[in-house]
């Protein structure tokens, strides 16, 4: 065997024991891929669920803000629950405290639930009423009757990153507190109406016919709850014959095993619902396979209606077969469906089970990624506790403690900082200056040292800073802040305490930067080696479906475009964009679906100096030259680096370097960092965009 492949497979080897080492360590999920919490349970124990068996843990890796809490004795006995009622955690303090659930993976599809039961923790007797929300977006209001009133909300989203965050809002109307958390990973072929811009917010899964109260894991591997949903007008069938599951929604065989219908064919099968307002669009799946053993003699089919005059399906379900027709309604408040026999059929309709979610858009725009980056320095740099998790901005009404926001171009910005008596202690780091769009900053009261130093004169919009009662710093201006207390436009409070110039910390930059040198070279080497690793391997396959094309005949009459159905004995879907006929292509490693295609696309000198505001936001400094943030027309956020005349490297090893960057981009996405990157050597140039 050649030395250089012999090389490559053991580089491979390497990489493959490293990423499961790492993963073992640092891994969230148990060996189903999923996430059971324990809310308030003591840090590294543990508790198992009676009826799945599920091993749930400890919050505490989870979340480092909140209390436990035991809730009374007299609701912890009456069984009104799963054990995990017992213990919760509450959020006393802090608008906003968020779980982050990790080792996920990107563009996967997860059910995340959460449960709550207030059991009168605080002896208050008072049942608080607080919002949900998943990372950026609202998600639920919690708002329960009772002290023993147990309820959960469940939603079915896109990670959109390697991680998601399930936040607790504060609303004034009492202590927020959860009692479980619980993530379910999905396969990414279920429930094609979730994507990067919408989620489903369960409101409603039904098992209809069936006389069980709840199914779920194991009956179900997503662990997806089925309730028992029949009404006295109904009848119910069932079988002990396995029914194939549709590949959509992968309904399980013990929820298709039973079914409600009616006593005649005269007698209509109808169910109705109320929506919160009319701006809610409603998602609705039923689930219908024929679980009898009909006569030659006998035939059933049905129409499906609702209240929109222009939808109506035909349906024949398919033997011991499960099928599905999804459609969607919205604009009312009271909604109602009737399924009603043919004047063709013999037997009358039936429904084997029936799911209905809210369809949410992804509205919420993320905080300024620079601005992102400066808090979070500043929060690690400071051990900042006071609930600083989650988006800095996002929701707008809602932002971290301390901090004041802004949009300023459909983009949150940070403009106001108060850390006034938040016993910060050191120098005063660089990350405050590249707070941008800062008008206002208060470290007063603090034991910071030091001098303001010269990246304050980049916060061109600060009008206000306080730092009095920080007796070690010194109060001498930079002369950017200088120029702007002479004009009258900076108000700046300080108190002139001791101040006395160490000279043994000029040792401490030659340290970080050796220590920064090493890992750059390190991440450097370990991107070569997966570009040979992956240059040996096949690229990967996906599959698209033509749209508009059906395949086969049915009896199905769909009249309602947007809207789908799945009928076995059909071949397949109908509807509108809904054929399932597919055609493989390749795509190149490491891209994904959704993926914007910008490696073919050239800007300008004069377009990156619109797109970094005439290069203005310095973000940092490399060995080739400077990085600046930048914001496309689209909104897309972008680091620009520019290579300087200066640096001692040629374009050579510049473009080197691009080509690098661009496959680490592809294989380690990191929301702390910008995701797309513009490279440029100077103002001659044509310039690539290079989207990892």
């Given amino acids: 065997m050649p030395l250089r492949k012999m090389l490559d497979e053991f580089s491979c080897l390497v990489i493959l024991v490293l990423g499961i080492a790492i993963t073992g360590v640092n891994s969230q999920l148990d060996s189903l891929g999923f996430i059971s919490i324990d809310c308030g349970l003591p840090a590294n124990s543990t508790s198992v669920d009676d009826d799945t068996k599920l091993t749930y843990v400890s919050d505490d890796q989870f979340i480092d803000t909140g209390v436990n809490y035991k809730i009374a004795s007299k609701y912890a006995s009456t069984g009104n629950g799963p054990e995990q009622y017992g213990t919760l955690r509450s959020f006393p303090n802090g608008k906003r405290n968020c779980y982050t659930l990790r080792s996920l993976s990107a563009g996967s599809k997860y059910l995340v639930r959460a449960k709550f039961m207030y059991g009168n923790f605080d002896n208050l007797y008072k049942p608080p009423t607080f919002d949900l929300y998943l990372g950026l977006n ?39 507190f959860i009692s479980v958390l619980e993530l379910r990973p999905l396969e990414t072929t279920l429930y094609r109406d979730v994507n990067s811009t919408q989620s489903l917010v369960h409101f409603f899964r039904g098992n209809t016919g069936a006389s069980d109260q709840l199914i779920r894991y194991p009956n179900d591997p997503y662990d997806r709850f089925w309730r028992n949903y029949t009404l006295d007008t109904w009848s119910s069938i069932s079988t002990n014959s396995i029914v194939q599951p549709d590949p959509d929604y992968a309904t399980p065989s013990i929820v298709m095993q039973t079914a409600a219908t009616t006593s005649s064919t005269n007698q209509s099968l109808n169910i109705s619902w109320t929506g919160d307002n009319e701006s809610v669009e409603f998602l609705i799946i039923l689930h219908i396979g024929e679980i009898q053993d009909i006569p030659r003699t006998d035939y059933r089919e049905f129409d499906i209606l609702s209240q929109d005059p222009l939808f109506k399906y035909l349906y024949a379900p398919s033997n011991l077969t499960s099928g599905w027709v999804r459609y969607k309604d919205t604009g009312r408040t009271a909604y109602y469906m009737s399924l009603k026999a043919t004047s063709k059929s013999t037997l009358p ?14 509205t919420g725009i993320p905080t300024y990624i620079a601005d992102v980056i400066a808090i979070n320095a500043i929060k690690e740099n400071y051990k900042v506790t006071i609930g600083w998790n989650g988006d800095p901005c996002v929701p707008i009404d809602y932002p971290w403690t301390g901090l004041g926001c802004t949009i300023y171009s459909n983009v949150p910005r940070i403009t106001h900082l108060n850390l006034s008596s938040a016993g910060l202690t050191g120098e005063l780091i660089s990350s405050f200056g590249n707070l941008t769009a800062l008008v206002s900053l208060d470290l007063s ?11 304050l004169d980049q916060l061109v919009a600060l009008t206000y800073l306080d730092i009095t009662g920080n007796k070690n710093i010194s109060s001498m201006l930079p002369p950017g802040l200088q120029k702007k207390q002479q004009d009258g436009t900076l108000t700046f409070k300080s108190k002139l305490g001791d101040f006395t110039q160490q000279s043994n910390k000029k040792k401490a930059p030659v340290v970080i930067i050796a220590v920064v040198g090493a890992v750059v070279l390190l991440l450097l080497a370990v991107a070569i080696i997966l570009v040979l690793c992956l240059r040996k391997r096949p690229d990967n396959q996906i599959y698209i479906p033509k749209p508009n094309e059906n395949t086969g005949s049915s009896p199905l009459r769909n009249s309602n475009a947007g809207n789908f159905a799945y009928n076995p004995a059909a071949n397949g879907f109908h509807g509108n964009n809904a054929g399932k006929n597919y055609t493989n292509i390749s795509k190149p490693r490491g891209s994904g679906e959704g993926m914007l295609n910008f490696e073919n696309r050239q800007f300008t000198y004069n377009d990156l100096k619109k797109i970094t505001n005439s290069f203005q936001n310095n973000i940092g400094t490399g060995g080739f030259g400077s990085v600046y943030a930048g914001l496309l027309e689209n909104g897309t956020q972008v680091a620009v680096k520019m290579r300087s005349h200066t640096s001692s490297q040629g374009v050579k090893e510049f473009l080197a370097e691009v080509t690098i960057l661009s496959y680490i981009s592809y294989f380690h996405p990191s929301p702390r960092r910008y995701p797309n990157k513009l490279y440029f ?3 001659s140039d044509i310039f690539r965009f290079f989207f990892p």
């Fill in 445 to 455: 009261g603090n034991d910071l040292s030091g001098v303001l130093g010269t990246y």
């Fill in 349 to 362: 309709p039936i429904l084997n089970a029936i799911e209905l979610y809210v369809i949410t858009p992804a």
């Fill in 138 to 176: 609202y998600w639920y209001t919690v708002n329960l009757n009772s002290p023993d009133d147990a309820r959960f909300a469940e939603i079915i989203t896109l990670a959109t990153s390697d991680y998601l965050q399930v936040c607790l809002v504060n609303k004034d109307l009492g202590t927020p």
């Fill in 681 to 683: 050597t100077d103002k």
